[in-house]
């Protein structure tokens, strides 16, 4: 029995240091837990309506917009260089926050980056009827729909026209406000194909974005500029696509920021801005396809890199509440992993691939991050300057899409495609696509 008995105070004594361990990790974590507690300021803001409401809240000593103000030397009382709307809303007593309106803060950086990009859209249309035109002219992908001699191309230069229909919901969260938007664009240009492994080309895009908000007002977004696209097809079956795109986006946004005294006295009104920015898109794709029959099937993978310089703005309005926006930019690099199949069947008129795909895109870059505005009305000559956040980007998230592609003869190819995003935490987007492809 001596050897269960050692067991024992070996098992008890294990419990008693780990317990012991645990109770130093405990008691170290309350510290470091203090310490964060203690080192954090005190009621920091991180939405637009906390910040305003700290801002313009009563002071210490009865004061208003003492948070505002601050310790200016050169004020007394309420600073006479104020705007008229926004020296009324500091001489008010017991100014809290209310239900306030967004900044404009969808169009802003809708006008600057969302998941609405166009590049990535373009090059994966343009790699698919890159693979039909190469196909078509005896390469390797898409073999079904080589064999009918009679859909080849006159000659090596093609024009090309899609048009773009697009849904995207945004759910409501704490820091950005949600809406309901569409998107319709197109895209016009011409590539050639001077050898069997290599076509490039040129294009131009617009698209016009409008949405509603939820909490009302609304938004509307301009987007315009050049892409520039290479595929290349270096041995039968792979492929490599390679676009980089810029876009000037000019915008407009409207919406109502509202909030309540103590007394239950509310204040505010419309507010509008025009805000704009240019978007840079970098896109590499690559594949593989393998041909059984008329069965086409093959992974897909893509990285992508998108960077937006966002002007600044000033909101117009007569609240008090408007809004100067300070420059600003960010930083977007996604993979996608994914893959795609096709079936090429032949008909007296033609050939027509209907087509299957589906990835997983991750995010690395974008970050929440901090917006920096002033009151348009602090005429001061170093206004106080305040930010607030955005919501954290979502790191993973799906796209399913599915399409039709129609062979024609005399070089004409016709498509439709439609595409959805699943599993984002704030996006619900559906998109279509048609378009057509003529040889020269």
């Not at 930083?331 to 209907?354: D, H, M, W």
């Not at 589906?358 to 991050?369: K, L, S, V, Y």
């Not at 920096?372 to 005429?379: G, I, K, R, T």
């Not at 495609?417 to 048609?434: C, S």
């Amino acid at each position: 029995m001596q050897p269960k008995t050692e067991a024992a105070s070996s098992i008890v004594s294990a419990i008693g240091e780990y317990s012991a361990l645990t109770h130093r990790f405990k008691n170290c974590f309350i510290s470091v837990a203090y310490l964060a507690l203690l080192f954090t300021p005190p009621g920091q803001a991180q939405t637009l309506d906390e910040q305003i409401g700290q801002l313009l809240a009563q002071g210490t000593g009865l004061e208003f917009c003492a948070a505002l103000v601050g310790n200016d030397p050169r004020t007394s009382g309420l600073p006479d260089n104020f705007g008229p709307q926004l020296q009324t809303l500091c001489g008010l007593r017991g100014v809290g926050g209310g239900p306030g309106g967004g900044p404009g803060q969808t169009a802003f950086s809708g006008a600057a980056l969302s998941s609405l990009g166009q590049a990535d859209q373009f090059v994966k249309k343009r790699r698919q009827r890159a693979e039909e035109g190469h196909s078509s002219n005896g390469g390797g992908a898409a073999s079904g729909a080589a064999s009918d001699a009679e859909v080849a191309l006159t000659s090596n230069i093609n024009l090309f026209f899609n048009a773009d229909y697009r849904e995207l919901d945004r759910r409501q969260t704490v820091f950005e406000p949600g809406y309901q938007s569409n998107q319709k664009g197109f895209t016009l240009g011409l590539d050639v194909m001077p050898t069997d492994w290599l076509l490039a080309g040129l294009a131009f895009n617009y698209s016009h974005w409008r949405g509603d908000q939820h909490g009302g007002g609304g938004f509307e977004t301009d987007s315009y500029g050049p892409t520039v696209f290479a595929s290349l097809f270096p041995w039968p079956g792979f492929f490599a696509d390679l676009s980089f795109q810029y876009l000037n986006k000019q915008g407009t946004n409207s919406n109502q920021r509202n909030y309540t005294r103590e007394d239950n006295t509310r204040f505010g009104g419309s507010i509008a801005g025009t805000p704009g920015a240019d978007q840079y898109e970098g896109n590499l794709i690559g594949g593989f396809d393998y041909a059984i029959g008329g069965l086409t099937i093959g992974p897909r993978a893509t990285v992508r890199y998108r960077r937006a310089n966002m002007d600044s703005y000033i909101e117009q309005g007569n609240s008090g509440l408007e809004l100067r926006f300070m420059r600003d930019s960010l930083t977007s690099v996604q993979s996608s992993l994914g893959a795609q199949a096709s079936y090429a069947i032949s008909t007296g008129r033609g050939v027509l691939v209907p087509q299957l795909n589906a990835d997983w895109t991750h995010e690395f870059a974008n970050g929440q991050r901090s917006i920096f505005v002033q009151f348009a009305q602090d005429n001061r000559p170093v206004p106080t300057t305040f930010s607030f956040q955005t919501d954290r980007p979502d790191r993973d998230f799906f796209h399913l899409g599915a399409g039709l592609v129609a062979i024609l003869p005399n070089g004409w190819q016709a498509f439709v495609n439609f595409e959805t995003l699943l599993g984002h935490a704030y996006f619900d987007n559906y998109i279509g696509t048609m378009g057509f492809r003529l040889g020269l």
